[in-house]
C-alpha cells in the first residue's frame, strides 16, 4: 500500500487526555480516533491489525471444532427477563425502546441470545458438544471509560459458548477452551499469564483469566515463586507466611482507655506504639436481599477488606456498599474512628487475620475512647470466621512452597465454567440416552480483541513508538522511500515493492514527499518489524539499509538480496 494513496495519518502531539503510552501511540499514530467517551473510529491500521488477530482466534477455534456464528446486536428484553439479568445488569446494559415502545438493549454479551438460538434446535445428546462464537462489536455502558480501547463502550469481543450433556463433559470443553487461549496469545507473539478468576455477575464457579503482563493494567495479580499459582487478587486466597501463634497467651482484664482526637489505625499505632498489624478495625457494609441488614467485619489495622470475598460469601450480586458515617454513627454510638465490636447486636465476622490475635485494641463505641485487651468469644460472640482482607505480596502461596509476588496485568480474555444457570432458567433442555430431559451445561469464552490490540502496544514499545509483533503487524514492511521523483531510485524501490508483495509480504510505502527524518520518525512511531530505506545515495552504492524495528539493528544489503533477505527474517521470526 502506498502512503499518498491512502489515507493514513500521524500527530505531532500526545493528545492530552492520554494517560498511559499504547493509548498515546494508538492516538499519535492515526491508528485510532475518539468519537465520543470510549467510543472510536478505527483507522486502517488500527483494523489490519483487529483482523490479524481476528484470523489467528478464528483458526485456532475452527481446528478445534468451534464454529462461527453472528448474533444480533439488539437484544429484546424479554429474554434478558427470563434469566433476570435485565434488572440486574442495570447500569451496564445500553437500554432503547423501538418505534413501539418495546425495550432493547445493545449486546453487552450474548448468553441469552445463545441459549435461545440453539434451545430450538439442540434437543438430544447426539447434538453435544458444540460450541458456537462470534467476533462481534459489543457495548456496554461502562462507568469510566478509559486508556483508550482497553475500557471503551464500544469495542470487539470474541466470544463462545459451549454447550454440553453434563458436568464432566462440559469441563473437558472448558479445558479444550483454555488450551486455546493459551495458544491465541502465544501466537499472538503476548507475555501472558493465566490467572484465577473470579465469575463476576455471569454466574458459574470457575472461571480463569488470562492476562497481558504490563505495569500500567488495572488487574492486581498474584504469582507463585514457581509459577505454578497465579490468580486475581480478586480471589486469592490470603494466608500469613508466618502466622502467629498467641494459643499460650492469657486473656487479660477488658480496659477502655481515652483516645482523643485519634481516628485512623496510622494515628492510634502511633500513639500506642502498637504496630497496625496488631491493632484490629471495625467496618460496617449493609447485606441486601430479601431483607437488608447490616454486618460488621473485622480486620487486622494493616490489612484491608476484598469486596469481592465478601460478595462472594454472601453469595451478592455486587458488593456490598459500605455504611456511610451517619449510618455508623447511628448504628454503634460513635463515629467510624471509635466504633467496635463490643456490645454490637449486628452479625460480626472476623477475618482469619483477626481470629489468631488475642488481647487487642478495638474502638469503644464512643466516641475518643478505644478498648485494651478484647477477645473475640469472651468479650463478643464472633458469627463466622471467614478470609475477607486482600492477598498481597509476601502472603503464603495457597498451593504450595514459597511467597507470592504481585505484578500487574490487562485482562484480555476470560473463560468461564457456567453450569446450569442459562439452561434452567431458560428451559434449554435435551433427551438423554436414556429419553430423559436434563438442563444443557454450558460455558463462555470472551475474547476482548480491541482491548488485546491495545495490550500488545503497552506490552512492545519504546519511547519512539510502536513494535508490532510480526503476527499482528498491520504490514510486515515500511519502505522509507527518500526520492520518488528520482526514476533510478524509485524503479528499485518499486520493484522491491513489487517483488515483496508477490511474495504476500504486506509493505506500506512512505512515497510522500517529505524529509528523510519525518518519515523515519514515523516509520518508528507506526511500528512495523521491518523498514527498509530506499535513497539515492544508497542505490548509487548498490547498497539498501533493512532496519529491525525490535532491537534497531541495521543490515546494509546490496540491492539483490533485499527481497530474500526480508522473506527469511519474516519466516524465521514468526516460528
Ligand atoms: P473487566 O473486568 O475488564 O470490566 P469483564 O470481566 O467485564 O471485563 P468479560 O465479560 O469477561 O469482561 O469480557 C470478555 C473480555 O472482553 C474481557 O476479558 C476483556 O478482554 C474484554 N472487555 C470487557 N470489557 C471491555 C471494555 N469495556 N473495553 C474493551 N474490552 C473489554
Ligand atoms: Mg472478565
Known amino acids: 500500500m502506498k502512503w499518498t494513496k491512502t489515507f493514513i495519518y500521524t500527530l505531532k502531539e500526545d493528545p492530552s487526555d492520554a494517560e498511559i503510552p499504547s493509548h498515546k501511540l494508538l492516538m499519535r499514530g492515526g491508528y485510532i480516533r475518539k468519537l465520543s467517551s470510549g467510543i472510536f473510529t478505527y483507522g486502517h491500521l488500527a483494523l489490519r491489525v483487529i483482523r490479524k488477530i481476528e484470523n489467528i482466534i478464528r483458526c485456532e477455534l475452527d481446528s478445534n471444532s468451534c464454529t462461527e456464528v453472528l448474533m444480533p446486536m439488539v437484544q429484546p428484553k424479554e429474554l434478558w427477563d427470563e434469566t433476570g439479568r435485565w434488572d440486574a445488569s442495570h447500569d451496564i446494559l445500553q437500554k432503547l425502546k423501538d418505534r413501539n415502545n418495546r425495550e432493547h438493549c445493545l449486546g453487552g454479551t450474548h448468553e441469552e441470545v445463545?441459549?435461545?438460538?440453539?434451545?430450538?434446535?439442540?434437543?438430544?445428546?447426539?447434538?453435544?458438544?458444540?460450541?458456537?462464537?462470534?467476533?462481534?462489536?459489543?457495548?456496554?455502558?461502562?462507568?469510566?471509560?478509559?486508556?483508550?480501547?482497553?475500557?471503551?463502550?464500544?469495542?470487539?469481543?470474541?466470544?463462545?459458548?459451549?454447550?454440553?450433556?453434563?458436568?464432566?463433559?462440559a469441563l473437558k470443553s472448558y479445558e479444550i477452551m483454555k488450551t486455546c487461549?493459551?495458544?491465541?496469545?502465544?501466537?499472538?507473539?503476548?507475555?501472558?499469564?493465566?490467572?484465577?478468576?473470579?465469575?463476576?455477575?455471569?454466574?458459574?464457579?470457575?472461571?480463569?483469566?488470562?492476562?497481558?503482563?504490563?505495569?500500567?493494567?488495572?488487574?492486581?495479580?498474584?504469582?507463585?515463586?514457581?509459577?505454578?499459582?497465579?490468580?486475581?487478587?480478586?480471589?486469592?486466597?490470603?494466608?500469613?507466611?508466618?502466622?502467629?501463634?498467641?494459643?499460650?497467651?492469657?486473656?487479660?482484664?477488658?480496659?477502655?482507655?481515652?483516645?482523643?482526637?485519634?481516628?485512623?489505625?496510622?494515628?492510634?499505632?502511633?500513639?500506642?506504639?502498637?504496630?497496625?498489624?496488631?491493632l484490629v478495625k471495625t467496618m460496617f457494609f449493609l447485606i441486601e436481599g430479601a431483607k437488608d441488614y447490616p454486618i460488621a467485619i473485622l480486620l487486622r489495622g494493616s490489612d484491608e477488606v476484598n469486596p469481592i470475598k465478601l460478595k462472594n460469601y454472601f453469595k451478592l450480586s455486587a458488593a456490598p456498599r459500605l455504611l456511610s458515617d451517619s449510618e455508623v454513627q447511628e448504628l454503634t454510638g460513635a463515629s467510624p474512628g471509635s466504633c467496635g465490636p463490643v456490645g454490637l447486636n449486628i452479625p460480626i465476622y472476623l477475618d482469619t487475620g483477626v481470629s489468631v490475635l488475642k488481647n487487642y485494641i478495638v474502638g469503644a463505641n464512643k466516641d475518643d475512647f478505644h478498648l485494651k485487651n478484647i477477645n473475640h468469644g469472651r468479650d463478643f460472640k464472633p458469627e463466622a470466621v471467614i478470609d475477607l482482607r486482600l492477598a498481597k505480596e509476601g502472603d503464603k502461596n495457597p498451593d504450595g512452597?514459597?511467597?507470592?509476588?504481585?505484578?500487574?496485568?490487562?485482562?484480555?480474555?476470560?473463560?468461564?465454567?457456567?453450569?446450569?444457570?442459562?439452561?434452567?432458567?431458560?428451559?434449554?433442555?435435551?433427551?438423554?440416552?436414556?429419553?430423559?430431559?436434563?438442563?444443557?451445561e454450558m460455558?463462555?469464552?470472551?475474547?476482548?480483541?480491541?482491548?488485546?490490540?491495545?495490550?500488545?502496544?503497552?506490552?512492545?514499545?519504546?519511547?519512539?513508538?510502536?513494535?508490532?509483533?510480526?503476527?499482528?503487524a498491520p504490514f510486515h514492511v515500511h519502505i522509507c522511500h527518500l526520492d520518488p521523483k528520482?526514476?533510478?531510485?524509485?524503479?528499485?524501490?518499486?520493484?522491491?515493492?513489487?517483488?515483496?508483495?508477490?511474495?504476500?509480504?504486506?509493505?506500506?510505502?512512505?512515497?510522500r514527499k517529505e524529509r528523510p527524518g519525518f518519515k523515519f520518525k514515523d516509520a518508528d512511531l507506526l511500528g512495523m518489524p521491518l523498514r527498509i530505506t530506499t535513497g539515492k545515495r544508497g542505490i548509487e552504492n548498490n547498497e539498501i539499509e533493512v532496519k529491525v524495528r525490535r532491537t534497531g539493528k541495521v543490515y546494509k544489503l546490496t540491492i539483490d538480496k533485499v527481497v530474500d533477505f526480508v522473506y527469511d527474517w519474516l519466516n524465521k521470526e514468526a516460528n
Open 114 to 169: 445463545i441459549t435461545d438460538y440453539i434451545r430450538r434446535d439442540l434437543k438430544s445428546y447426539r447434538n453435544m458438544p458444540v460450541n458456537l462464537y462470534q467476533i462481534q462489536t459489543k457495548y456496554r455502558n461502562e462507568i469510566r471509560p478509559r486508556f483508550g480501547l482497553m475500557r471503551g463502550r464500544e469495542f470487539i469481543m470474541k466470544d463462545a459458548y459451549s454447550f454440553d450433556v453434563d458436568k464432566d463433559a
Open 486 to 511: 528520482d526514476e533510478k531510485v524509485n524503479a528499485v524501490a518499486e520493484n522491491i515493492y513489487q517483488s515483496l508483495t508477490e511474495k504476500s509480504i504486506e509493505v506500506l510505502m512512505d512515497d
Open 443 to 472: 460455558g463462555c469464552y470472551g475474547i476482548g480483541v480491541t482491548r488485546t490490540l491495545q495490550a500488545a502496544i503497552e506490552q512492545n514499545h519504546d519511547e519512539n513508538g510502536i513494535i508490532w509483533p510480526v503476527s499482528m
Open 181 to 278: 487461549y493459551s495458544n491465541i496469545f502465544t501466537k499472538l507473539g503476548l507475555n501472558f499469564r493465566g490467572v484465577k478468576a473470579d465469575s463476576g455477575e455471569i454466574g458459574g464457579d470457575l472461571s480463569q483469566e488470562f492476562h497481558v503482563l504490563a505495569s500500567s493494567g488495572e488487574d492486581a495479580l498474584l504469582v507463585s515463586e514457581d509459577g505454578k499459582f497465579a490468580a486475581n487478587v480478586e480471589i486469592c486466597p490470603a494466608i500469613d507466611m508466618e502466622p502467629v501463634d498467641m494459643s499460650l497467651v492469657a486473656e487479660e482484664a477488658k480496659e477502655e482507655f481515652p483516645t482523643p482526637g485519634l481516628r485512623t489505625i496510622a494515628e492510634l499505632s502511633k500513639s500506642t506504639g502498637v504496630a497496625e498489624s496488631s
Open 401 to 440: 512452597e514459597g511467597a507470592l509476588a504481585s505484578c500487574r496485568g490487562i485482562e484480555v480474555g476470560h473463560i468461564f465454567y457456567l453450569g446450569t444457570k442459562y439452561s434452567e432458567s431458560m428451559k434449554a433442555k435435551y433427551l438423554d440416552s436414556n429419553g430423559r430431559q436434563q438442563n444443557i
